[in-house]
């Protein structure tokens, strides 16, 4: 890589994202200026949602710190990394369950898990997992829809967030090669 080729890289990155907010104010300026009685209701949830962020987010940083800190790579690398198997998905499918809280909390520990050497797959397990199986959701199901639906559901979720991680991480790795062929052609021509 040049020099100064990352910090480029994430000039460009940080360009992108403060276009795609740029965007999105955008976007909520004119929604808001066609339908304006709509405007009490979103300033609402945007505080809600902005409060909510700034009560969990410090102590989501103060934790993926101490896991960063004492969860060595090489623990990550066995039980979750590429050569984990069923039982890095039937970990992942486990550790996406247990936590309750909103799913923007399981991104910070995602992006840990991918630096300490987990593999695509499991992480996209994980996310899908902490989104879509909680214990008391299942709890809920349980006395409301029947146990028939409640195991059927969940089932069904797990088949579907191990296919959607194993496709995705195929997704990766042959994008992945396609850039390398490209930057290969660009070196040679």
């Known amino acids: 890589m040049k020099p100064g080729g990352k910090q480029a890289k994430q000039k460009k990155k940080m360009i992108r994202d403060w276009f795609f907010l740029g965007i999105t104010i955008v976007i909520v300026v004119v929604l808001l200026s066609v339908f304006p009685e709509k405007t ?3 300033n609402s949830t945007v505080q809600e949602y902005f409060i909510e962020m700034m009560v969990i987010l ?3 940083m103060v934790i993926m710190g101490l896991f960063a800190v004492f969860i060595s790579n090489e623990t990550v690398v066995k039980h979750l990394g590429k050569t984990s198997g069923i039982k890095g998905i039937a970990l ?3 550790i996406g369950t247990l936590p309750t809280g909103p799913l923007y ?3 910070p520990m995602a992006a840990t898990l991918l630096k300490k050497g987990a593999r695509v797959s499991n992480i996209i397990v994980f996310l899908s997992a902490w989104a879509c199986i909680k214990i008391p959701q299942e709890m ?3 006395q409301f829809l029947g146990g028939e639906f409640m195991l059927l559901r969940l089932f ?3 088949i579907f967030v191990i296919l959607m991680g194993v ?3 195929r997704i990766i790795k042959w994008s ?3 850039n390398k062929k490209d930057v290969n052609r660009g070196v040679k021509g």
């Open 40 to 42: 009490e209701p979103v």
């Open 58 to 60: 410090p102590a989501v």
């Open 92 to 94: 992942s499918i486990l």
């Open 105 to 107: 909390i399981a991104f």
């Open 140 to 142: 809920v199901e349980l």
């Open 156 to 158: 069904l979720t797990i």
């Open 167 to 169: 496709i995705i991480e």
């Open 176 to 178: 992945e090669r396609e």
